[in-house]
């Protein structure tokens, strides 16, 4: 069954850190772009990152660059997302999507694309609270 699984979320306070991870099950990563969105209530889904089939040069939304790095462990089947100095307006539950074709660009295009995305997850909570 081809399927990406979160995992990693949770409740951290103002300040802290947490490291998303979504595995891929059912087929390879290697060859797939992947990007982290997220959705908190009453909110349309974001997308806050992006990486390439090869890796370089990563895409972040302004709201998480400098915070947030993804990366990708091919060999782990996995792609990460480190989360650093978290606030409460972080708090939301977190998607991981895959597609072979290249969709970085479209992060700030303003397009809501991730419906057609070919692999989606369903989501971890982070919550953000003191």
């Known amino acids: 069954q081809v399927q990406l699984v979160e995992s990693g979320g949770g409740l951290v306070q103002p300040g802290g850190s947490l490291r998303l991870s979504c595995a891929a099950s059912g087929f390879t990563l290697e060859h797939y772009c992947i990007g982290w969105f997220r959705q908190a209530p009453g909110t349309e889904r974001e997308g806050i990152s992006c990486?390439?089939?090869?890796?370089?040069?990563?895409v972040y939304a302004d709201s998480v660059k400098g915070r947030f790095i993804i990366s990708r462990d091919n060999a782990k089947n996995t792609v990460y997302l480190q989360m650093n100095s978290l606030k409460p307006e972080d708090t939301a539950v977190y998607y991981c999507a895959a597609d072979p074709r290249y969709f970085c660009a479209l992060f700030s295009s303003g397009i809501n694309f991730y419906g057609n995305l070919e692999v989606r997850g369903q989501g971890t909570l982070v919550t953000v609270s003191s």
């Open positions: 990486i390439s089939e090869n890796g370089n040069h990563p």
